[in-house]
């Protein structure tokens, strides 16, 4: 599995001049050749698709609109992955749409390079609408053939969106073998409601916070919490079931929720002494334990990383032995087995590992100063790096144990989330003006896209993949 | 200086009331942003009535002289809106006391044992450099070490609560030092009376 997905990384195009189709990162910034981003120049080995109109038969003005989101969304979602090169719309325009396989003008696509033609039919009955789509191969001699065929029943009107990224995990999984991650979703603090939570008992400091939800390009922002305080370090479960954050209580100290996302209220697993707080949740990955920042362990401001399972048995602390420092910002490694967290037991911040139990940490960073570590599935740590001219993403290869920084320099960045597939990196950034969510790619940090506008964002977490 | 304290006091609610006192750039106390939608001005009326204090409703402590005094009646959000307790500043990344720290929790901690009754929240709050995981520990250890200071000056701890809230809230918008002096603080606020 892993193998596969380092494979996918490996030949994934570095040259944006072919992917005309992408955004355009809004900085220019030179990057440094690595080795990894020159085993990833060649081009030769990604197909080339067009895309056909969807076909509808109806008439009916939101139908087609359906059809219209569900092949934009799509495309979007193959460039995310750039596994695949796109040719434009507006390119393939003056060619007629065919109605069969067969009758697809083949040299007219492969004038544009296309060796794959998209074809899709969309039909509605009472707001549910199904769409089968196909890949046909264009080039060679069996083109017409069929490369890739699926019917999608069950989407909605309301919602084509999602029926678009379930086609491309779908195409993502069987032409290239990718984890696409189109039906992920992202949670994050936000404070652009402030001002309808104005009734905050605290008149002269800041506005609420609450916690959001959005899928992963960005649509369908929504507010998850309201309770008017503050909500932070959301993390999510596996399968993207279940969400931790904390909560700060009328003017008390912040403990974690835990909600199953089904309308049920929260439980609070974690819950200690009314003086002591919780942070920084980490639900392990298969779900039956949270690790989370905590001073639990006495009145001392130094806090430390403590683990407790979902129904509140057995919470225990895992660093007990640093009593003149603080251990927090737990990430579980993706078997389960490991934590890496931060420690200023050496004067300042760094990420160390241990094993679940608490036991055989050793150390992982060395550079400058490194908080909030996130373990992904790719085996690698990505972290903040607080140097004297600000905050960057940076990340340490663990196999080979090497750091490198991964954003550019523009703005602040930091609080990395990293995608299920560990091919981008969400993160909050300055560069736009205010604290904003955006995403970057690993490892060739290209790519970068902004996710949110409205208010200041912070601490992204990444979704598990649907399962 | 304590009766000067109870005037400066009054002067500085009664000064809200009629909304004439702006304070200058220089004030040790940041002044918080406005609420957008409550606007503490009393109606006319409200100063009227504060004239003749109504009769005392407060069982009658024969320490404080309760009938002329306004943060007795006050509610606790008007107090802390125009707070008699100044903030304590630290140094970047640190939760030191220094001498100016020390004279203010002398003052506010006269005022504690003034209002016997009255329960203090402190809060910690830290700038935005450092990371924001950092910083919630930061506020903790800065609150921490006001608390610990003040029940060595007499108040009992359990008057004192404690919470961080790292550079999630800050008070003064700006990312200069300027604003990050201001930021980097514990603040007293009245959660009980």
Avoid at chain 2, 84 to 112: C, G, H, Q, W
Wanted: glycine letters at 8%.
């Amino acid at each position: 599995m892993h193998r596969s997905i380092l494979a996918a990384v490996g030949v994934a195009c570095g040259t944006g001049l072919v992917l005309a189709q992408a955004p355009p990162p809004p900085q220019q910034t030179p990057q440094r050749p690595t080795e990894l981003s020159i085993t990833l120049d060649n081009p030769g080995s990604h197909p080339k698709i067009g895309f056909q109109a969807i076909e509808v038969s109806d008439s009916r003005a939101d139908v087609r609109a359906a059809a219209e989101t569900i092949l934009d969304v799509l495309i979007a979602d193959l460039e995310f992955e750039r596994e695949f090169y796109t040719i434009g719309r507006k390119a393939s325009a003056g060619i007629p749409a065919a109605s069969t396989p067969q009758s697809l003008p083949f040299s007219r696509w492969t004038e544009l390079g296309a060796q794959f033609v998209f074809m899709g039919s969309l039909r509605e009955i009472s707001g549910k609408i199904t769409v089968d789509v196909r890949l046909i191969k264009v080039q060679g001699g069996d083109a017409g053939r069929q490369d890739f065929g699926q019917s999608y029943g069950g989407c909605t009107l309301d919602n084509p969106r999602y029926c678009a990224h379930a086609i491309a995990d779908d195409i993502h999984k069987q032409k290239r073998n990718l984890d696409g991650v189109a039906r992920t979703r992202l949670a994050f603090t936000s404070d652009r409601d402030a001002e309808a939570s104005t009734s905050r008992q605290m008149p002269d400091a800041g506005p609420g916070k609450e916690i959001y939800l959005m899928d992963y390009d960005g649509a369908g922002q929504r507010r998850l919490t309201f309770n008017r305080n503050l909500n932070i370090g959301a993390n999510w479960g596996p399968g993207g079931r279940m969400l931790a954050y904390a909560s700060f209580l009328a003017n008390g100290p912040a403990d974690i929720l835990l909600t199953l996302l089904d309308g049920r209220p929260a439980t609070r697993p974690a819950r200690g002494p009314d003086w002591a707080a919780n942070h920084l949740p980490a639900i392990s990955p298969d779900g039956t334990k949270i690790a989370f920042m905590s001073s639990q362990g006495g009145q001392t401001g130094y806090y430390d990383v403590w683990v407790v399972n979902r129904d509140g048995t057995n919470m225990r602390n895992l660093t007990p032995n640093t009593p003149r420092s603080s251990e927090g910002a737990p990430t579980w490694s993706p078997n389960g087995q490991s934590i890496a967290f931060t420690s200023d037991r050496t004067g300042t911040n760094h990420v160390f590992i241990m094993n679940a139990d608490g036991t055989g940490v050793r150390r992982i960073t060395f550079a400058e100063k490194c908080d909030r570590p996130t373990w992904s599935a790719l085996n690698f740590i990505a972290y903040t790096l607080e140097r004297p001219g600000g905050k960057d993403i940076a990340v340490t290869e663990l196999g080979r144990m090497e750091a490198r920084v991964l954003t550019d320099g523009l703005g602040s960045n930091e609080q990395p989330a990293v995608a299920p597939n560990g091919r981008h990196v969400a993160f909050v950034t300055t560069r736009f003006g205010k604290r904003q969510i955006a995403m970057v790619d690993y490892p060739d940090g290209k790519f970068y896209r902004q996710l949110t506008t409205a208010g200041n964002n912070s601490y992204p977490s990444w979704s598990p993949l649907a399962k | 200086m304590r009766r000067l304290a109870l005037v400066l006091m009054v002067s500085l609610l009664v000064g809200s009331a009629a909304c004439v006192k702006k304070q200058p750039a220089a004030t040790p106390t940041p002044q918080p942003p406005p609420a957008p939608t409550t606007t503490p001005r009393p109606t006319p009326s409200t100063v009227t009535s504060n004239v003749p204090p109504p009769p005392p409703v407060i069982p009658p402590d024969p320490s404080i002289s309760v009938t002329s005094d306004p943060l007795m009646a006050a509610d606790i959000e008007k107090i802390n809106k125009q707070s008699p307790f100044k903030p304590v500043l630290f140094a970047y990344d640190s939760d030191a006391l220094d001498d100016v720290a020390r004279s203010t929790m002398s003052a506010n901690a006269e005022i504690m044992k003034k209002y016997g009754t009255w329960v203090i929240t402190l809060e910690g709050h830290c700038d935005e450099r450092g990371t924001a995981e950092y910083n919630l520990a930061l506020g903790d250890r800065r609150a921490l070490a006001v608390k610990n200071y003040m029940v060595s000056l007499g108040i009992a701890a359990d008057r004192l609560k404690t919470v961080s809230y790292g550079s999630e809230f800050p008070f003064a918008p700006g990312h200069d030092e300027e604003a990050w002096k201001q930021n980097r603080r514990a603040h007293f606020m009245l959660t009980a009376k």
